[in-house]
């Protein structure tokens, strides 16, 4: 089965920036949508960005909007999620997901391909 590996995170101060990179193990999701999302200890799995295959339309949760930008190299089976502009409420473990679905604007993860997230801590 295909793997999704995170790698990028780190800590960093408020301000500061972090790239995230997920590399497929296959060309799986060459022409499928890939996603970013987050959990922060104690809540619920949320959604930051998601990009379709061809790379020209990318979607932005709300709170991440304006600072981070993800993208993807369909020849290296990799998408990337640049922060810019990090917050403490940015803290969280970052996942990679592979093949869902977009449908008018929203990203459904397909769950059976998760990557095993990277840690992101920003200090205040």
């Known amino acids: 089965q295909v793997q999704l590996v995170e790698s990028g995170g780190g800590s960093v101060q408020a301000g500061g920036s972090l790239r995230l990179s997920c590399v497929a193990s296959?060309?799986?999701?060459?022409?499928?949508?890939m996603g970013w999302f987050r959990q922060a200890p104690g809540k619920e799995r949320e959604f930051v960005a998601a990009?379709?295959?061809?790379?020209?339309?990318?979607y932005y949760a709300a709170s991440v909007k304006g600072r981070f930008t993800i993208s993807r190299d369909n020849a290296k089976n990799t998408v990337f999620l640049q922060m810019n502009s990090l917050k403490p409420e940015d803290t969280a473990v970052y996942y990679c997901n592979g093949g869902g679905q977009l449908y008018r604007k929203q990203y459904t993860p397909e769950n059976d391909y998760w990557g095993q997230g990277t840690q992101v801590t920003v200090s205040s």
């Open positions: 296959a060309p799986t999701f060459s022409r499928s949508a």
């Open positions: 990009i379709d295959w061809t790379g020209r339309n990318t």
